[in-house]
């Protein structure tokens, strides 16, 4: 069997608080985010014993983990009211530029639209993740609590 080549891309480094791996996994037809805190982070939050992971999901969410959608409504309102109403040859450009946050947003900046990060808007793919992180911390302290019995 062929070993999968995945697109793999990190934020943070081996010596950061943090280092996320993103990449598509082609056996589960996901993509996979994999957060990987390290310890001074942990610590710095106060999380030092197994029993102190049941606060992870405060910590973990939203500042470092959050998907976000564009607001294309709000971005085409402030365009015609920057320009006096003509916006569609700049939304069309934005969405051309759209394959990613950080290149739709790099763009805006270049067009003098600053401040991109206020078209951000949570996704509602958030709710989903929020609700599993509380899950596994309450199946953790579960399986905590069931091993030092």
């Not at 999968?4 to 990190?10: F, L, M, P």
């Not at 939203?62 to 920057?82: A, C, G, M, S, T």
Request: a positive charge; glycine letters at 6%; hydrophobic letters at 35%.
């Amino acid at each position: 069997m062929q070993k999968e080549k995945t697109n793999v891309r990190y934020y943070g480094t081996r010596k950061s608080e943090k280092l996320v791996r993103c990449y598509h996994k082609g056996q589960v037809k996901a993509y996979r985010v994999e957060l990987e805190l390290h310890s001074g982070l942990l610590r710095d939050h106060g999380i030092v014993t197994l029993d102190d992971f049941i606060s992870l999901p405060h910590l973990v969410y939203p500042k470092h983990v959050q998907f976000v959608d564009f607001d294309w409504n709000r971005l085409e309102r402030y365009l015609i009211k920057k320009n006096g109403g003509h916006s569609s040859a700049q939304i069309a450009a934005a969405h051309a530029h759209a394959t990613s946050i950080s290149r739709l947003q790099r763009h805006l900046r270049q067009n003098d639209v600053f401040n991109p990060n206020r078209f951000l808007k949570p996704s509602g793919l958030n709710e989903k993740i929020v609700r599993a992180l509380y899950r596994w911390a309450r199946t953790f302290q579960e399986g905590v609590r069931g091993s030092s019995r």
